[in-house]
Structure formats: structure tokens, C-alpha cells
């Protein structure tokens, strides 16, 4: 057009561009990268909580930001799971293992300055048994009978039937110690009696906690901590590699781990966690009520292939519903070992004709979508025709958890020890068996540590005689810090990222 | 006038009214329980019906949707089920970078693409013109989360000028908000860019053939005063109306840009809530943000007559 050249000369609109872009790019250049100062913590989760109470939720996320930092139990697990002494100095178990009776350390305050004493032991047990108690492991309350103050700084427990893992529980989250005056308002404004305070929360984005210098115990180095929620693994890898954050200690990208681990800023660890990943099966619905056909799965599943496929290579593959690091372990791995035939041959004399729909229901995580693939073409292998099914998080609680409307899902079963799902009157896969419950009240009941690991033995070699689920993997935590970070949780043992004992090297 | 805009008030109402009711039951007809989000696999079923209770779930339907509906009325927006706090203030707290993020969004697509769209139109054929549709046919194509994560690639890690992600807070000032917002800003607005210059450019083009345009010429108007004068405001109504629509679409493309830049948004916040059933949130989003995009429309319809007096006078209705 000639009117379009003509007008050519001249025109601004080239330069109204140029502006623009100088406008956009503009003050980006100002900058300047401080030292973090050695005394604060900018720590990284996928996750934000939804609130700040572990007693009354069973996201993992509460837990991650509050436990042992802003909250404390009578006990405590350790980085190792094992079970410390926390609020409780010391404790003593009656010979039939019913009553229980807690050292309570003394002079402890609450973030508000409310007294800590027997008081409040018995009002937070009593409130997570109460009939309007939304805890979340209400369960693990469930075995206490009573609790009564003999005096100020003793409390003592009685169990209407012994509790094993009793001690190990009263460690968890759920059961952490909450002053009455403040129960309430925790989920907005917590208040325990750990090392750090609740500063504030900017919802969306981080919360940031503050070191509590009227703290009973050892003061942590650290005198802030600012943990910050990133959803995208990506750019949570890209504000590592930036710099803006020292720690991810739950990274959820780990096949971006390889180019942390030749870089010397970073330290990158992997380490365990309680996560026992399983491809759950419906036990009542045929076929996978056959344990022929139970069994086929499990032969036509390569667990290797998983880890290394859908986990590039980290987690350890595992043959019961306990992982490596729990107390007992003993290794099942190979009770099925990975053969295709042999698959076959279970499955036709279950009857299962070859092209039979199989399908996977897979919840968000994506541990369950990535090993859902790997197993769809793993299973047609063996003849199966393999369906998979993504599906939120709310709509698998609903219909696969609370109603067991499926065939198979993929999960991992977080909480620690969690043998007594499978002796459970009614849970989502519908595994019922005598015999397993027999044991499990057995072991429950006894009393000789001897006998107690000759137990867990035996339910481990149950479960994966009956095979009610395909056992498939232990979930690795993959983390990544800054080098010069230490005291670090290299593991998991219970979902927490307790700082109490990081600090910077020189 | 006043009966056009008496009439634009009926049907705000009306539209809102019908979002509401469909958002209520989509959330209600949607599988997934709030509870047993909150509570999760170890929960025992009295723990569940203790927390519906507690969140008020265990009411009848209709009387929660009226009650829901009434209470918006008053400006009461209720409390959220995961957060525990009035479902206001969080919005409140987002919409204060959810806001100046579409606002400089908007202002920054519309800067670079109605003076490229122009120059496009004036060189057609031309090198200008081929390279600037060069450009807007791959931003068009390009994702925005994805120009997102190259963006944090380029100016976070290899040129460490801006952050990689999260809001520094407006309480430490302007330019530290600003600069968290800037490479999300960018994000969004490169491929809406791209699509306004081209609307430009066609736009202007139909235009510079118009007789008057000729006229102009004819009666020995210079060229750039014919074009800037003359042809780029009559051109502009369908620019207006895509910047319009692309402001509706901004309210989406953030939801996906917020999580990218792990920004505390609107569109974090409604994403988060659909995940975990926090149903008043989800419902009272939806309702505002069908308020939004009327409100867009209505303020579009107002521009069309700043443009075009023609319009103010012959549609007023």
C-alpha cells in the first residue's frame, strides 16, 4: 500500500516500542545479592498448610512447618525415628504395660507464657478423644484409658488395653502437647512450647517463625526461619539454583537432582521416609480377590523398573507393608520375584482370560501417576489390559478411599508403622483375615521385646504371603540444601522438617 | 442512557445470580467431602462428622445456598473451611497482587502491541511488517507458562537481576512488590501481545482503505497525521474489545502463571481451594469474578462511546 510507505517516514511508533521495552526492562538492573546473614533460614515447601494446628489436620504440611519447632509432645522422634524424651524428662511402664507414668520437665512455658504441667497433658489428651475432636489420629488416643496428676510434674497414663508403639505414637504430631487458653486460635496463631515462636503467615506464599529466647532447652542457632510454599518443581529448582532459597529438604523434582549434586553449593541427600508405596487392591472384588491372581501382579510387577523409571532410581523397592528403616524389618523383596511366565500361569488358572480390564485409579502425587504408567505397560505384558484413571485428591478420599470404589490405585502410606490397617474391621482395600488380627492383637499385647520383633516378622511374611496389595517401594526424601547448611534431617521418619538443630558453617 | 444502563443492571444482577446458583451445585454435585480433605486417611468417622458439623456442612442444601446468598448480600463472605479466617480478608490480601499484576499485564501488552500493530499496518510487506508478524506468530504459540520458566531461567539464574519466584510484600516498599512481579508480568502479557498486534495491524489496514483516509491524504494531510489522526482511532473498537477479553482471560492465565512464579494471588488461592474443597472460597471467587468480567464488559461498552460518539448517540437504549 502506498499510503502505509509514504507514511513510513518519520513515524514514532518504532521509537513508542523502544520506549516500552526500555520501560520494561528498566530498574531490572539494579540488584545485589546479600550474604544471608548466618543466623536466618530460608527454608522451601510444596505445600502450604492449611492451617497451623497438627491436632485437628492430617496435612503433612502442618506438620512440616510446626512440629518440634513450634510444638513439642511428652516424646519426640528423632531424625532417626527413634523415640527421645521431650516434654516428658523421663517415664516409667508398669509390668503389664497399662500404665505409664511421665517425668514432666519443669519451669516450661507456652509462646503466650501459659504454664506447661500435668494440666495440660490431660486436657490434650482428653480433647483429642472427646466426641467433637476433629484429630485427625484419633485412633492413636484410642487405647487411653485415663489420664490423672498425682502432682504438678508427673503424669500417668493408663492404656485399657497395652499399646507397642504407645510411646512412639505420643511422638507423632497429632499428640503434641496444647495449653487450654490457646487451643482454639492454634490453626491461626499457634502456640506451643518449642524453640520457635509463629511470627507471622502470609497466606500463599510463607510463614516465618522466630527463635523463642524463653525456650527450656538448648537455644537453636538459628534466630528466624522463613519457610516459603512453591508449588512448581521447575521453578522451585530455578530459586534454588538462584539462590533465593538455602534449603528444599522434600525436593518434588527429583530427576532435576543429578545437576545439584555436581554442584559444590549444593549438598543433596536422599534419604527414607515411612512412605510405603503400594498398588492397593480392591480384596473383594474379583478378581483380585483370588490370591492367585494377587500373587500374578505381584510377579508381573518390576519393582526395579519402577524406582528406576518413575523415581529415577530413588526409593528401595520392599515386600511387606513396612520399610527398611522401621524396627523388625525383615526383607521380602523376593517373594515374588519379577517373572512374566509365571504371572501368566497364576493368572490363567485363576481363570483370568488375557485382554481382562484392570483399572488403576492414580491420586495427584506424582510418586502414583509416573509408577502408574510404568505398571500399565509392565501388566500387558502378563495379558491384562491395563486402564489409568488420574483423579484429584478430593475425589480419591471420596471414592476409592471412604466408599472402596475400585479395582486398583496407586498410594503411599505415609504415617509410621502403620501394620494395623491391614487388622482393620473395615478399611479401603477390604483385606480381612483372621488370622493376620489374631496376630496383631498378639503383638499389641506383648510385653518381651524379643517376642514383639518375632511378631513384626510375622505380620510382614503374612501380608506378603496373602499379598493383599502389590508391595511395590519405600519413598525416598529427596532433599537439597545449601553446602554450608548443617544439622539438616537427612530422613523422614515422620513428616517434619525440625530445624531446632541447623546451622551455618563458617 | 439511563435505561441502557438501568437494563445493564438487570442483567448484572441476573448473571450473578445464575453463577452463583451454578457454582453452588457444581461444588455440591463435585465428588469430595471438605472434611476428609482436612482430615485425611487416618480419620475416624465421628472426627469427620464432628468437623461437618463444625463447618456448618451437615445444614440442608437450600438453606445453606440461601443463607450463602443472603450473606453475600451484606457483604459477609464467610469463613474459610481449611484456613479458618473470613474468606474477605483473603481475598483481600491477594487481590493486592493479583490486581496490579493484570493492571501491569494489561498496560504492558497494550503499550508494545498497539504501536507494533500500527508500524506493522504502515510497512505492510515491508521488513518492519514481516518481523513483527514473525514474532507475534510464535508469541501466539507460546505458552505462557512456559515463556514463564525461560523468563526465570534467563533473568533469575543466569542473570540473577530479579526473583526467581514468590512476592517480597508491599510492606518493604514498591520496588521490591514490583520486581516480583515484573517477569510474571512479562509472561502474561508477551502472548496477549502478540495477539493485539495482529488485531491492530488488520485492524488499521481495513481502515487506511477507507475513503476518508484517502480524502485526508488527498487534501494534503501529511501521512502520519492521516494515519495517527484519522485512521488509528477509527481502528480501535476491536482492539478494545480484545483487550476486554483478554482481561477476562488474564483472570485464568494467572492461575497457572501464579503457581509458575508461586505468587500468593487470586489464582493460587482459587486453584488451592478446588483442590482441597474449600467450597465457600471456591463459591465466593467465582461470584466475584463473574462481578469482574461484567464490570470489564460494561467498562468496555463505556469506551466504545469515548471512541465512537456515533455509538453514545445511536445505541443508547
Not at chain 1, 513439642?72 to 500404665?99: C, F
Not at chain 2, 501481545?193 to 482503505?209: N, Y
Amino acid at each position: 500500500m502506498r499510503e502505509g510507505r509514504d507514511m513510513a517516514q518519520g513515524f514514532s511508533a518504532r521509537r513508542v516500542a523502544a520506549i516500552a521495552l526500555a520501560t520494561a526492562l528498566a530498574g531490572v538492573v539494579q540488584v545485589g545479592t546479600a550474604e544471608a546473614a548466618k543466623d536466618t533460614l530460608i527454608l522451601a515447601m510444596t505445600l502450604e498448610p492449611p492451617h497451623m494446628d497438627p491436632t485437628a489436620g492430617a496435612a503433612s504440611a502442618i506438620r512440616e512447618v510446626t512440629y518440634a519447632n513450634i510444638y513439642e509432645g511428652l516424646t519426640r522422634i528423632d531424625a532417626k525415628g527413634e523415640v527421645q524424651p521431650g516434654l516428658a524428662e523421663n517415664w516409667t511402664v508398669s509390668p503389664d504395660a497399662l500404665t505409664y507414668t511421665f517425668k514432666l520437665r519443669a519451669g516450661v512455658k507456652f509462646h503466650d507464657g501459659a504454664a506447661f504441667d500435668c494440666s495440660v497433658v490431660k486436657f490434650s489428651y482428653e480433647r483429642a478423644v472427646a466426641p467433637d475432636s476433629t484429630n485427625a489420629q484419633k485412633g492413636l488416643f484410642e487405647p487411653i484409658a485415663a489420664t490423672s496428676c498425682p502432682d504438678a510434674n508427673t503424669a500417668v497414663v493408663t492404656l485399657k488395653r497395652p499399646a507397642a508403639n504407645f510411646l512412639f505414637s505420643m511422638g507423632w504430631g497429632d499428640a503434641v502437647m496444647i495449653s487450654p487458653a490457646s487451643a482454639a486460635t492454634n490453626k491461626t496463631n499457634p502456640i506451643g512450647t518449642g524453640p520457635f515462636r509463629f511470627k507471622n503467615w502470609v497466606k500463599g506464599d510463607r510463614v516465618v517463625l522466630e527463635r523463642n529466647d524463653a525456650y527450656w532447652g538448648a537455644k537453636p542457632a538459628l534466630a528466624s526461619v522463613t519457610i516459603r510454599f512453591m508449588s512448581d518443581p521447575s521453578a522451585a529448582a530455578a530459586a534454588i539454583a538462584a539462590g533465593d532459597i538455602d534449603a528444599f529438604p522434600i525436593f518434588p523434582a527429583p530427576e532435576t537432582l543429578d545437576r545439584f549434586k555436581t554442584d559444590p553449593r549444593f549438598t543433596v541427600k536422599i534419604g527414607t521416609t515411612a512412605g510405603k508405596t503400594i498398588m492397593s487392591l480392591n480384596n473383594t472384588r474379583p478378581p483380585f480377590n483370588d490370591v492367585r491372581v494377587r500373587r500374578a501382579l505381584a510377579h508381573a510387577i518390576d519393582k526395579r523398573a519402577i524406582v528406576d523409571g518413575a523415581m529415577s532410581g530413588f526409593g528401595a523397592p520392599i515386600g511387606s507393608h513396612y520399610v527398611p528403616t522401621d524396627p523388625g524389618y525383615v526383607d521380602l523383596v523376593n517373594t515374588y520375584p519379577y517373572d512374566i511366565a509365571k504371572a501368566k500361569v497364576l493368572l490363567a488358572e485363576a481363570g483370568v482370560k488375557p485382554g481382562t480390564p484392570i483399572t488403576i485409579t492414580l491420586p495427584p502425587p506424582p510418586y502414583a501417576r509416573r509408577s502408574g504408567e510404568v505398571i500399565a505397560a509392565l501388566l500387558q505384558q502378563v495379558g491384562l489390559a491395563p486402564k489409568l484413571v488420574p483423579m484429584e485428591w478430593a475425589q480419591w478420599l471420596e471414592q476409592v478411599f471412604k466408599n472402596s470404589d475400585f479395582d486398583a490405585t496407586i498410594i503411599s502410606h505415609t504415617e509410621a508403622r502403620d501394620l494395623d490397617i491391614y487388622a482393620r474391621d473395615k478399611y479401603y482395600f477390604n483385606y480381612q483375615s483372621p488370622e493376620y488380627k489374631a496376630l496383631y492383637k498378639q503383638y499389641l499385647e506383648s510385653r518381651d521385646p524379643a517376642q514383639q520383633t518375632a511378631l513384626l516378622g510375622e505380620l510382614q511374611r503374612k501380608l506378603a504371603s496373602d499379598e493383599p496389595n502389590v508391595f511395590l517401594f519405600a519413598l525416598a526424601k529427596t532433599g537439597i540444601w545449601s553446602a554450608k547448611l548443617r544439622g539438616m534431617w537427612d530422613n523422614n521418619p515422620i513428616p517434619a522438617n525440625d530445624v531446632t538443630g541447623v546451622s551455618w558453617a563458617e | 442512557m439511563i435505561a441502557w444502563l438501568g437494563w445493564r443492571l438487570v442483567s448484572f444482577v441476573a448473571t450473578l445470580l445464575v453463577a452463583s446458583l451454578v457454582v453452588f451445585l457444581v461444588m455440591e454435585v463435585l465428588p469430595g467431602d471438605p472434611a476428609s480433605v482436612m482430615l485425611g486417611m487416618g480419620a475416624r468417622p465421628e472426627s469427620l462428622a464432628a468437623l461437618r458439623a463444625q463447618m456448618g456442612l451437615d445444614e440442608p442444601l437450600l438453606q445453606r445456598y440461601v443463607f450463602w446468598v443472603a450473606r453475600l448480600l451484606v457483604g459477609d463472605f464467610g469463613r474459610s473451611y481449611t484456613y479458618s479466617v473470613p474468606v474477605a480478608e483473603l481475598i483481600g490480601q491477594r487481590v493486592l497482587i493479583s490486581a496490579p499484576l493484570a493492571i501491569l499485564a494489561i498496560g504492558l501488552s497494550t503499550l508494545l502491541a498497539i504501536p507494533l500493530g500500527v508500524h506493522a499496518a504502515s510497512r505492510r510487506g515491508r521488513a518492519g511488517d514481516v518481523a513483527v508478524m514473525g514474532v507475534a506468530q510464535i508469541g501466539v504459540s507460546v505458552p505462557n507458562f512456559w515463556l514463564g520458566l525461560l523468563l526465570i531461567l534467563c533473568f533469575a539464574v543466569w542473570l540473577p537481576w530479579l526473583p526467581a519466584g514468590g512476592f517480597a510484600g508491599w510492606d518493604k516498599g514498591v520496588w521490591p512488590g514490583l520486581r516480583s512481579l515484573i517477569l510474571p508480568a512479562v509472561a502474561l502479557a508477551l502472548p496477549q501481545a502478540a495477539i493485539l498486534a495482529r488485531v491492530t495491524r488488520s485492524s488499521v489496514l481495513d481502515v487506511l482503505r477507507a475513503d476518508y483516509v484517502r480524502t485526508a491524504l488527498a487534501k494534503g494531510v501529511s501521512p502520519r497525521r492521516a494515519l495517527w489522526r484519522h485512521a488509528v482511532p477509527n481502528a480501535l473498537i476491536p482492539v478494545v474489545t480484545i483487550i476486554g477479553l483478554q482481561f477476562s482471560f488474564l483472570l485464568a492465565g494467572t492461575i497457572i502463571i501464579e503457581n509458575v512464579f508461586s505468587l500468593p494471588g487470586l489464582g493460587r488461592l482459587i486453584f488451592q481451594a478446588i483442590a482441597q474443597r474449600d467450597l465457600i472460597v471456591v463459591e465466593d471467587m467465582v461470584v466475584l469474578l463473574a462481578g469482574s468480567v461484567i464490570l470489564v464488559n460494561l467498562l468496555v461498552d463505556l469506551v466504545y462511546a469515548v471512541i465512537d460518539p456515533r455509538l453514545a448517540q445511536g445505541e443508547a437504549r
